[in-house]
T-cell receptor, first 113, second 113 residues
Framework: SQQGEEDPQALSIQEGENATMNCSYKTSINNLQWYRQNSGRGLVHLILIRSNEREKHSGRLRVTLDTSKKSSSLLITASRAADTASYFCATDNSGGSNYKLTFGKGTLLTVNP | AAGVIQSPRHLIKEKRETATLKCYPIPRHDTVYWYQQGPGQDPQFLISFYEKMQSDKGSIPDRFSAQQFSDYHSELNMSSLELGDSALYFC????????????FGNGTRLTVT
């Protein structure tokens, strides 16, 4: 069953604007990760937030996690055309064994120059 | 830095043929994962290996099998190919344990005609 569900499915913004993507999940998790994928390419890990963390920053990225609402958000500040990609959240709900990630459906972000 | 290497990059097969996809993980990574991504879809977990032993199985058809060899490379074998098997197939590797990001290869694009 699908664990992470992103919204919006597609987002189009102008360069310099901020982009916010949301992810919801269904079961308890160990951590939640965000990945980026350029068209037809492999996924690239962006940031990981543990279940006991509420917010994390990495450069222009800010991730929040609300375990009570089973949701996370990814904020990209001061977006650039090069940020155009699909963004996926992925959850680890393995309970510490047989570690694997379950991906959501992704948000296609288009940053217009 | 060394990345996950997948081969071939593209593969075209006819229905009912077989295909073998190869993956070379990042050195010293002990866990390998296979994911399938259909057009416009999220990556779906197929199977994983830890230290050359199958560690978890997802939505992998019985027509598919995989193994990890003594040099840690992995192969995904796909038989009796169907049109619906056309997809991007990604291999990823990681260190074992929770909170380990996955490192993805650039995938093999399989087209079944």
């Amino acid at each position: 069953s699908q664990q992470g569900e992103e919204d919006p499915q597609a987002l189009s913004i102008q360069e310099g604007e901020n982009a916010t993507m949301n992810c919801s999940y269904k079961t308890s998790i160990n951590n939640l990760q965000w990945y980026r994928q350029n068209s037809g390419r492999g996924l690239v890990h962006l940031i990981l937030i543990r279940s006991n963390e509420r917010e994390k920053h990495s450069g222009r990225l800010r991730v929040t996690l609300d375990t009570s609402k089973k949701s996370s958000s990814l904020l990209i500040t001061a977006s650039r055309a090069a940020d155009t990609a699909s963004y996926f959240c992925a959850t680890d709900n393995s309970g510490g064994s047989n570690y694997k990630l379950t991906f959501g459906k992704g948000t296609l972000l288009t940053v217009n120059p | 830095a060394a990345g996950v290497i997948q081969s071939p990059r593209h593969l075209i097969k006819e229905k009912r043929e077989t295909a073998t996809l190869k993956c070379y993980p990042i050195p010293r990574h002990d866990t390998v994962y296979w994911y399938q991504q259909g057009p416009g879809q999220d990556p779906q977990f197929l199977i994983s290996f830890y230290e050359k032993m199958q560690s978890d199985k997802g939505s992998i058809p019985d027509r598919f099998s995989a193994q990890q060899f003594s040099d840690y490379h992995s192969e995904l074998n796909m038989s009796s190919l169907e049109l619906g098997d056309s997809a991007l197939y990604f291999c990823a590797s990681s260190l074992s344990g929770a909170n380990s990001p996955l490192h993805f290869g650039n995938g093999t694009r399989l087209t079944v005609t």
